[in-house]
């Protein structure tokens, strides 16, 4: 099925910046972790549908960043509106060809390679090391092909 911004089951194609950024539904969640803390300042918050989340400029070691999107067109209206904002440089839409996974609005420096770890996506983002550490520590480790042991067929 093509996609269809006039159909009636499709929502209206808006974006909007709100007042304050400490209003945004993640705010406490980037609090939390971001190194540095000073960019929460500068964010803006976006609604596209009912609920407002950060979009963070690059700056002190955040190096790129990235808004998800439920579709393409959402995409574009992001992107558009955070072309006129400080600390957004290099936008661009990326589109995603799997069902499961949002599209994104990014900006700054190119991602690292999804087969990168964790440490250096915490990074490239600017999460704290505190953040980072925690993290690592709660994602259940996949045990490596040195401690795993073949299956055994069965003797009868």
């Known amino acids: 099925m093509m996609h269809c911004t006039s159909s009636v089951r499709h929502p209206a194609v808006t974006a909007t910046v709100i007042a304050l950024p400490r209003d945004a539904y993640d705010f406490d969640y980037f609090e939390q972790r971001i190194s540095d803390t000073w960019l929460l300042d500068r964010s803006i918050a976006v609604r596209t549908l009912r609920m407002p989340f950060l979009a963070v400029p690059v700056g002190?070691?955040?190096?790129?960043?990235?808004?998800?999107?439920?579709?393409?067109?959402?995409?574009?209206?992001?992107?558009?509106?955070?072309?006129?904002?400080?600390?957004?440089?290099?936008?661009r839409v990326r589109w995603s060809p799997y069902n499961d996974t949002c599209h994104t609005v990014e900006w700054g420096d190119a991602a690292p390679d999804w087969w990168e770890d964790d440490v250096v996506f915490g990074r490239f983002y600017g999460y704290s090391e505190s953040a980072?550490?925690?993290?690592?520590?709660?994602?259940?480790?996949?045990?490596?092909?040195?401690?795993s042991t073949p299956c055994?067929?069965?003797?009868?």
């Open 60 to 91: 002190g070691t955040r190096r790129g960043g990235y808004y998800s999107v439920s579709c393409l067109c959402f995409g574009l209206k992001v992107r558009d509106l955070l072309l006129e904002q400080p600390g957004f440089p290099d936008l």
């Open 132 to 147: 980072i550490t925690s993290f690592v520590r709660a994602r259940p480790q996949t045990p490596s092909s040195a401690t």
């Open 152 to 156: 055994s067929p069965t003797a009868s």
